[in-house]
């Protein structure tokens, strides 16, 4: 219930809150803002991990991916936008989605640099990024980004896809489809692969994009990346609890698929903690599993867990007080 109530509150606060479009990235604004605390000298634009989207449905309940969190920043003064890629491809095929609309939103705001910000697969899609236009990079922060693979995706990819086979890759293309259509967007101007998704997600295609892009990635198995290279200041954080609310209906998933990752924990139920280290680690054993990272199911956590909405406004504040 306290739950419930919260989240009705929140829906209440998102009164004041529109979107805007460069063409694919989703711009939130705020029509009254509270304080400049995570006002950025560059704008900030979150790029959502595999099988994500911007905003699902329409106002005043609709999903968005990083729930509560965009407009939160919004309000604290921060110019924001969402990025909005194939939910299921390549790292490079998606990094060239967000390059697109990074330049779109620089076109448009007048900075000549961003700050990104990505989860899951969004932490080696905004590596993709910062190697193609270094100079366009301010910064670089991973959540529980998969920069040394999943061994579940590994598992199910087993290494060429047999185990998700046609059949299992048609589905999840159509899933990916789906959407993207949800979103009002043209399902075929964003290409679906669920084998070159599972592919760059795996240990094994990890490896191989982490020789062409190395910036931030820890050379050691679970040591610190680069702070800063080319310019570029780099983050991370991510979480290690697979369980956190009996009422949260994907905590089965993570369950399961931390004891894949790791039957001894130390992963989110998708990415273990040492895969998820770049660059500067802000902190690396967060009680939260892989959708609490990003605010999801309704804001549910465990009891005493930090409120992501708190803790991604925080870092606007660091990125602030870098002079990024």
């Not at 560059?42 to 969190?69: E, K, L, N, T």
């Not at 990025?83 to 990074?102: D, I």
């Not at 905004?126 to 529980?144: E, Q």
């Not at 290494?159 to 999840?172: E, F, M, Q, R």
């Given at each position: 219930?306290q739950?419930?109530?919260?989240y009705l509150?929140?829906?209440?606060?998102?009164?004041?809150?529109?979107?805007?479009y460069?063409?694919?990235?989703?711009?939130?604004?705020?029509?009254?803002?509270?304080?400049?605390?995570?006002?950025?000298?560059?704008?900030?634009?979150?790029?959502?991990g595999?099988?994500g989207?911007?905003?699902?449905?329409?106002?005043?309940?609709?999903?968005?991916?990083w729930?509560?969190?965009?407009?939160?920043?919004?309000?604290?003064?921060?110019n924001?936008?969402?990025?909005?890629?194939?939910?299921f491809?390549?790292?490079?095929v998606?990094?060239e989605?967000l390059?697109?609309q990074?330049?779109?939103?620089?076109?448009i705001?007048?900075?000549?640099?961003?700050?990104?910000?990505g989860?899951?697969?969004?932490?080696?899609?905004?590596?993709y990024?910062?190697?193609?236009?270094?100079?366009?990079?301010a910064?670089?922060?991973?959540?529980?980004?998969t920069h040394k693979?999943?061994?579940?995706a590994?598992?199910?990819?087993?290494?060429?896809g047999?185990?998700?086979?046609?059949?299992?890759?048609?589905?999840?293309?159509?899933?990916?489809?789906?959407i993207?259509?949800?979103?009002?967007l043209?399902?075929?101007?964003?290409?679906?692969?669920?084998?070159?998704?599972?592919?760059?997600?795996?240990v094994?295609g990890?490896?191989?994009?982490?020789?062409r892009?190395?910036?931030?990635?820890?050379?050691?198995?679970?040591?610190?990346?680069?702070?800063q290279?080319k310019?570029?200041?780099m983050?991370s954080?991510?979480?290690v609890q697979?369980?956190?609310?009996?009422?949260?209906?994907?905590?089965?998933?993570?369950?399961?698929?931390?004891?894949?990752?790791?039957?001894?924990?130390?992963?989110?139920?998708?990415?273990?903690r040492?895969s998820?280290?770049?660059g500067?680690?802000?902190r690396?054993?967060?009680?939260?599993?892989?959708?609490?990272e990003?605010?999801?199911?309704?804001?549910l956590?465990?009891?005493?867990?930090?409120d992501?909405?708190?803790?991604y406004?925080?870092?606007?504040?660091?990125?602030?007080?870098?002079?990024?």
């Amino acid at each position: 219930m306290q739950n419930l109530i919260r989240y009705l509150a929140l829906t209440a606060m998102t009164i004041g809150i529109s979107t805007s479009y460069a063409s694919n990235a989703t711009q939130v604004k705020s029509s009254f803002v509270i304080s400049d605390y995570a006002k950025t000298k560059y704008p900030i634009v979150f790029v959502h991990g595999v099988a994500g989207f911007s905003r699902v449905g329409s106002d005043p309940m609709g999903v968005d991916y990083w729930h509560q969190i965009l407009p939160n920043i919004a309000r604290n003064g921060g110019n924001v936008w969402a990025a909005r890629l194939s939910p299921f491809n390549s790292n490079e095929v998606r990094g060239e989605q967000l390059l697109q609309q990074t330049e779109e939103i620089l076109a448009i705001t007048g900075q000549s640099k961003v700050n990104l910000i990505g989860h899951s697969q969004g932490g080696p899609t905004i590596r993709y990024v910062a190697g193609i236009m270094p100079n366009k990079v301010a910064s670089l922060t991973s959540v529980s980004g998969t920069h040394k693979g999943s061994p579940v995706a590994s598992l199910i990819m087993n290494v060429d896809g047999t185990i998700l086979g046609t059949a299992g890759s048609a589905v999840v293309n159509f899933f990916s489809g789906a959407i993207t259509w949800s979103q009002g967007l043209d399902p075929q101007s964003y290409p679906h692969d669920a084998l070159a998704a599972g592919r760059s997600i795996s240990v094994e295609g990890s490896t191989q994009f982490n020789t062409r892009f190395p910036m931030g990635v820890p050379t050691t198995t679970c040591g610190e990346g680069n702070y800063q290279e080319k310019g570029i200041y780099m983050y991370s954080f991510s979480g290690v609890q697979a369980a956190t609310n009996i009422l949260d209906p994907l905590d089965p998933i993570f369950i399961g698929g931390s004891l894949i990752v790791d039957p001894r924990g130390d992963n989110d139920g998708m990415v273990s903690r040492c895969s998820a280290k770049f660059g500067r680690t802000i902190r690396d054993n967060l009680p939260w599993n892989h959708a609490d990272e990003v605010n999801h199911v309704m804001g549910l956590k465990a009891l005493f867990a930090p409120d992501p909405v708190d803790i991604y406004r925080q870092h606007a504040n660091r990125l602030k007080l870098q002079g990024l």
